[in-house]
């Protein structure tokens, strides 16, 4: 069961936690995939007294080690001492074991250093897709890692917009809906994907959607902040308007 390479251990985090060892789902307890996911997300070694801490936050310190110390024993039995790295002061992730959530925010920045061009090219477009559309760990509400799923929310809706727009430039409207729609969807209220959606639909002549589009935006703003959208989209409707009366003048 030891690994031979890269892909033999693969951690997911989004939606939800899997641990695959050569290619078979390994079972963890809900305790053992928190201590996972809570090593995963930080960028380097974690220290075990903040670690059992998170974990365990309303247990005193002593007690809470001891669980920790349980847990990682327990653990490392069903993996074979191959997921995670351990010293007296330190819990950290085996360096050969791949994870979902590590590849998609090295995607993300990607996108957000060059307007998403290193992800339009050969199958990291459909990687970026699918890992960019889930949320971190649905249905985990633990306290620790509230902040973890918001930045990740936050990164990921940034990132579809960004690649949504370069679709747009590109007059790709099937892929700008795609993705337009999901960054809309985890962030309902957001703006920017309504209007690169409109936008896309007005270049392809599909007017009514366009104009449904943002009914149903501008409907929503209403109920939920009692607010109005900003000048943007009914801007672009307007220009659309006005280009199709001058060209019917043409006629």
């Not at 892909?7 to 053992?32: A, E």
């Not at 327990?74 to 191959?82: D, I, S």
């Not at 007296?88 to 992730?93: E, G, N, R, W």
Request: charged share 25%; hydrophobic share 40%.
């Amino acid at each position: 069961m030891r690994p031979t390479d890269r892909d033999t251990v693969h951690v997911s985090l989004l939606p939800d936690f899997v641990c695959r060892m050569d290619g078979r789902v390994v079972d963890l307890s809900d305790i053992q995939q928190r201590l996972v996911a809570a090593v995963v997300l930080d960028d380097r070694p974690v220290g075990r007294n903040d670690l059992a801490a998170r974990l365990w936050p309303d247990v005193p310190p002593v007690r809470a080690s001891a669980r920790l110390r349980q847990t990682l024993w327990r653990l490392n039995q069903v993996t074979v001492r191959e997921l995670l790295r351990t010293s007296h002061t330190t819990v950290a992730l085996a360096e050969h074991v791949e994870v979902d959530y590590r590849t998609a925010a090295g995607l993300v920045s990607a996108v957000s250093r060059a307007d998403g061009d290193p992800l339009l090219g050969g199958d990291r477009l459909p990687q970026a897709w699918s890992m960019l559309r889930h949320p971190l760990l649905y249905g985990w509400d633990d306290e620790w890692l509230v902040p973890f799923q918001g930045k990740w929310e936050l990164q990921r809706v940034q990132a579809l917009e960004n690649l949504a727009e370069t679709f747009l430039q590109r007059r790709l409207h099937s892929a700008v809906l795609e993705l337009a729609d999901a960054a809309a969807q985890a962030d309902p209220l957001r703006e920017g994907p309504r209007r690169i959606a409109v936008q896309s639909c007005l270049h392809v002549g599909e007017v009514a959607d366009a104009h449904r589009r943002y009914r149903r935006y501008r409907e929503l703003l209403s109920s939920e902040l009692g607010v109005a959208p900003s000048s943007a989209i009914p801007r672009l409707l307007k220009q659309d308007r006005e280009r199709q009366l001058a060209l019917a003048g043409d006629y």
